[in-house]
C-alpha cells in the first residue's frame, strides 16, 4: 500500500501504529509499487527506510524485502550479478546496512539454483542479509532448493511466501504444506484476506468500487465465496470478533504458518489487524470456516 493508496504521511502514522501495538515484521518488495502509474518501482522502501531513519527504530524492527520480479528491460530473475546489483539498491531505499529477511520473490527457472544460494552466501557472511526466503516456489522447487543448500553448505530458504487464504487453499495445502511443514520452513502467506474480500465489506458487485482493489474481488462473489463471508459472520457473532480478524485467527491456527501478511491504509485497520494475534479458535470455529471454504 505504501506508494500506492497511501502517502507517505498515512504510511508513517500505519507504522507508528503497527509497532506501537507490540508488532515488528515489515514485509516489502524492491517492486513495490511499480505497478503505480508514474511509479518505478522502490517506492515501498524508500518510504520504510524515512520512517525508520526518521523515527532512528531499526533495531525494533524485522525487514523484509524481496528480489527477483521485473523492475524494468532486463532488471529481473535470481541470477549472481542481479542480486548483488539489486540487494545494494534495497539497501540504498531502506537506508539501512543490513536486511533481516531476503526473499527471492519467484522461481528463477533459468538461474541454477546453485549460483542463486551461492550469492545469498555472500550476502549473508558479508552481514548485508540474515536470513533468507522464498516466495512462489512449487513443492518441488523448494525441495530442491533446499537440498542444494544441505549440499553446498549455503543458506537455505527458512520461509515461504505463499497465496493462502480461506478463498485461496489450493496453491498452498497439500504438497507445499506438507514439505514446510517436515522442513520447518516458516510460512508467511500473501493476501491472508484475499484482496480485502475477507474483510466483509465487499458482499456484491454493487461493492466492488469501495476501492482499487475492488477489481480483484469479483471472482469471489460465488456461491462458495458468500458461504465463507456467512462464516465468518457466525463465527465473528459468537467470539464478539470482526470477519477479518476471524479470517487472519483460522491461518494463524494453520500447520505451518508463522504470520499472515496484510495490507493496512489506516490505524483503525492496524489495530483490528492486530486483534487476530490473540484471538482463539475451537474446533468447531475451524470446522465451521473449514467446511465453507471446502478445497472440493
Not at 35 to 53: F, Y
Not at 170 to 197: H, P
Not at 248 to 276: D, F, K, M, N, Y
Amino acid at each position: 500500500m505504501f506508494g500506492w493508496t497511501a502517502d507517505e504521511a498515512r504510511s508513517f502514522a500505519v507504522l507508528d501504529a503497527f509497532l506501537d501495538a507490540g508488532m515488528n515484521f515489515i514485509d516489502t518488495a524492491d517492486m513495490y509499487s511499480r505497478w503505480v502509474a508514474g511509479n518505478q518501482g522502490g517506492e515501498s522502501e524508500t518510504i520504510i527506510g524515512r520512517w525508520m531513519k526518521a523515527r532512528g527504530n531499526r533495531a525494533r524492527v524485522l525487514i523484509a524485502t524481496k528480489v527477483g520480479m521485473e523492475m524494468g528491460p532486463g532488471r529481473k530473475g535470481l541470477s549472481r550479478a542481479y542480486i548483488l546489483s539489486s540487494v545494494e539498491d534495497s539497501l540504498r531505499r531502506l537506508q539501512t546496512d543490513y536486511i533481516d529477511l531476503y526473499q527471492s520473490h519467484t522461481d528463477d527457472a533459468d538461474t541454477p539454483l546453485e549460483e542463486t544460494l551461492a550469492t545469498y552466501d555472500e550476502l549473508v557472511r558479508a552481514g548485508k542479509v540474515r536470513v533468507i526466503g522464498a516466495s512462489n516456489y512449487s513443492a518441488e522447487r523448494l525441495a530442491q532448493a533446499l537440498a542444494v543448500s544441505t549440499a553446498g553448505s549455503y543458506p537455505r530458504y527458512e520461509s515461504l511466501q505463499p497465496l493462502y487464504s480461506l478463498c485461496e487453499r489450493n496453491a498452498f495445502e497439500g504438497a507445499v504444506q506438507d514439505l514446510c511443514v517436515a522442513q520447518n520452513v516458516g510460512v508467511i502467506g500473501y493476501y491472508s484476506l484475499a484482496s480485502g474480500f475477507l474483510s466483509g465489506k465487499y458482499r456484491s458487485e454493487a461493492d466492488i468500487g469501495k476501492s482499487v482493489r475492488g477489481g480483484g474481488i469479483k471472482k469471489y462473489l460465488d456461491a462458495r465465496g458468500l458461504a465463507i463471508l456467512a462464516a465468518l459472520d457466525t463465527v465473528g457473532a459468537a467470539l464478539g470478533s470482526t470477519p477479518t480478524q476471524v479470517a487472519l485467527a483460522w491461518l494463524l491456527h494453520r500447520p505451518g504458518v508463522r504470520s499472515p501478511i496484510v495490507s493496512a491504509t489506516t490505524t483503525a485497520q492496524v489495530q483490528e489487524l492486530v486483534g487476530a494475534a490473540t484471538l482463539r479458535l475451537d474446533s468447531a470455529a475451524m470446522e465451521i470456516l473449514g467446511r465453507a471454504s471446502s478445497l472440493a
